[in-house]
């Protein structure tokens, strides 16, 4: 019985995924697999039973992927199953950009009990009056399966659209309209664009990537949103950039002191992934993952191992090794199997960063002297043998 723990509330059709053979606990310590939100992981003392951590959404800051890489613990996260969710937030962002929808709405409240309401109505609607974004140039810095979302769902609303991401995959790339006009260069998005959003990863080269400097070179009234990441923006800039109206809306989806204060900025309480459907795609895609690493092996998705996909198990036993990234690793598994008398049928082996997984299938059962023996290798982190 695989044992398991959710941090967090996991919608219940993930977790139905799981089915027989896998019991919820209570204590982490007792698990084997973990299923967690947004709860923060970075405290925690794991226990040598834990083998897998699957994130339900696509941010892992709350996670120590290197603290869980040492200690053999396989780190997942759900890439794209909240990604029309956030999509769809980012396409009200730019209408409510674009119209002083908040501002009106907020007028009739305030004006709920005039008596002559209708004729206030006339008067005062210009205060609110805005742009349509037909035609306008909307830049999408970062296509991945959000940014390729957005920029398509743009283009469908008459919008002129300008994407940008060297890194983009062929599989994003497929998905992407027609319509898009690909540049090189965020640089060229920033010149040239009416509304700029952005949606890549908290990397050394995006931290602050729109501050004073890169606000300065684009058009005068430019509309931005990130729905990404909050230290993609210099807070600072930003608020001076509102206050002289160079930027005339900012659109964010991260409250905090100081946009909460910025004037011309709309600001949401990380609302991006929070709808029932995409809690319950990033629980079911969460299940299924920890499913192919516990039963057999095959690592989708993970964040601080490499992907690995050996499928199912077909072989009296599969010895999955998680280790290094070292010269010299795979000849000693090899010898140490044929030391030991056991036939290697299969292997694979991928490597990602200071870590690496390697998946060998045996013609024979593979006993506890075999495992022990391989997991006293030096830089080997975890053993793990399945039996059919």
Partial sequence: MIKYNCLNPIAKVGLDILGEGYEKVDNLDDAQIAL???ASMHEIEYSDNLLAVARAGAGVNNIPLDKCAEKGIVVFNTP??????V????????LLGSRDIIGGVKWGFENKDDENLAKSVEKSKKQFAGHEILGKKLGVIGLGAIGVLVANAACSLGMEVYGCDPFISVENAWKLSHKVNLVKTREEIFTTCDYITVH???LDDTRKMINEETISTMKDGVVILNYARDLLVDEE????ALESGKVSKYMTDFINPNTIRMVNTVATPHLGASTAESEDNCAVMAAKELKAYIENGNIINSVNYPALDAGICRTEARVCILHRNIPNMLSQFTSKFASLNVNIENMYNKSRGDYAYSVIDCCAKVDDETRNAIEKIEGV???RVLQQ
């Fill in 381 to 383: 982190l975890k053993v």
């Fill in 237 to 240: 800039a930003m608020a001076k």
């Fill in 87 to 94: 999509k769809e937030l980012v396409i009200a962002g730019i």
């Fill in 36 to 38: 967690v939100r947004s």
């Fill in 80 to 85: 794209g199953a909240n990604a029309n969710a």
């Fill in 200 to 202: 890549v990863p908290l």
